[in-house]
């Protein structure tokens, strides 16, 4: 299989409109694989679209409706400005006559309490338009952040509809394209996935009975088209259901003519070579469960019942312990009806 698989998923639930491509098809990345339709979301991104305008374009209104209250509040305030001189003016003229005892003391106190009246009056007027200045400022900020918030919300539906042509996300192969025109696709529905062409690995399933002698850079080997090939334990999956899974990876370059799926009978070394009594596996064992076998005397007439122990085994031959020697002739067909016997005859057979 190869080395990288990505699983293509929709993110978005629609109905099937185009397929673009072929199952097998080589793709590029970012190039699209299929298209979808969704009515229900192309209408929330309408109505997100003219929420945004009409936010935007209240705004635009509350900016134009302060703009035009503060030009009236600054007319306001530059007719108090000129009152407040005036009364200046008049009260400071008065002041002089009064002391010169020109005037009566009632038009000097009338000109007097007008000018502080026009004193306090630009104060409260100032204060009102700093007040209404910071007020706009906020609720035009407020404004900006809800159109802002808005905007993001406008871009993620946008991005949604994006999600309804599902691309390829890096280059490779696609396979297990599953998806028809009018199909409806729920979102996380899987529909195929893209396997990456830059290179391929072995999944091995081993008996659990080994599986404290499996580890990491184990090295296997397999023929293929009369060659030999080498291989290394890559990665060890955790979890073991029937048996234990592992991935392997090529020594050197893989074979050309190696295919996806193909089946490899692959040979793993669980141990370094040692120097060992051994016998070829049969159907012996099936009866006798490694702890004895028939050995043949010396002229070949006899097989006697002989008590031995069996070690290691790689997929041809048993490793013998205690009970054989090189050399010694035994009986490794299927013992079946012969399990209770302790002697059998040996005959030619008859031509």
Do not use: C
Not at 274 to 286: D, I, L, P, S
């Amino acid at each position: 299989m190869p080395i990288k698989t990505i699983y293509l998923d929709a993110t978005e639930g629609g109905t099937v409109k185009r397929v673009l491509v072929e199952d097998g098809a080589t793709l590029t990345p970012g190039q699209p694989i299929l298209e979808l339709t969704n009515t229900d979301l192309q209408l929330e991104m309408v109505n997100r679209e003219t929420a945004v305008f009409d936010l935007m374009n209240n705004l635009q209104n509350t900016r134009n409706l302060m703009q035009q209250n503060r030009i009236q509040q600054l007319n306001q305030f530059a007719d108090i400005e000129f009152r407040l001189k005036e009364a200046k003016r008049i009260y400071e003229l008065n002041k002089s006559l009064y002391e010169q005892k020109v005037i009566s003391r009632q038009e000097f106190t009338e000109s007097q309490n007008n000018y502080q009246y026009q004193v306090r009056k630009r104060q409260l007027t100032n204060q009102t338009l700093q007040q209404d200045s910071v007020a706009m400022r906020q609720q035009v900020n407020q404004m900006q952040e809800s159109v802002g918030r808005m905007q993001s919300n406008l871009a993620l539906m946008h991005k949604k509809m994006d999600d309804l042509t599902i691309k390829a996300p890096v280059a490779g192969r696609i396979t297990s394209l599953n998806a028809e025109v009018g199909e409806s696709i729920a979102p996380g529905q899987r529909i195929g996935q893209l396997d990456m062409l830059n290179g391929l690995k072995v999944r091995a399933n081993i008996d659990e009975y080994y599986i404290s002698r499996i580890f990491p850079g184990q090295k296997g080997e397999f023929m293929l088209d009369g060659k030999r090939y080498e291989l290394s334990v890559k990665k060890i999956f955790t979890q073991v259901n029937k048996g234990l899974q592992v991935d392997l990876e090529f020594v050197g370059n893989a074979p050309q003519s190696i295919r996806r799926g193909q089946t490899l009978q692959v040979r793993l070394s669980l141990s370094d070579q040692t120097q060992a009594v051994r016998v070829a596996k049969g159907g012996f064992n099936q009866k006798t469960g490694g702890n004895w076998i028939f050995k043949v005397n010396e002229d070949g007439t006899k097989a006697y019942r002989t008590d031995i122990r069996l070690g290691r085994q790689n997929p041809d031959y048993y490793e013998v312990l205690e009970g054989l020697k090189p050399g010694d002739k035994v009986v490794t067909s299927s013992y079946e009806g012969y399990e209770d016997m302790g002697e059998l005859v040996l005959k030619d057979k008859e031509k």
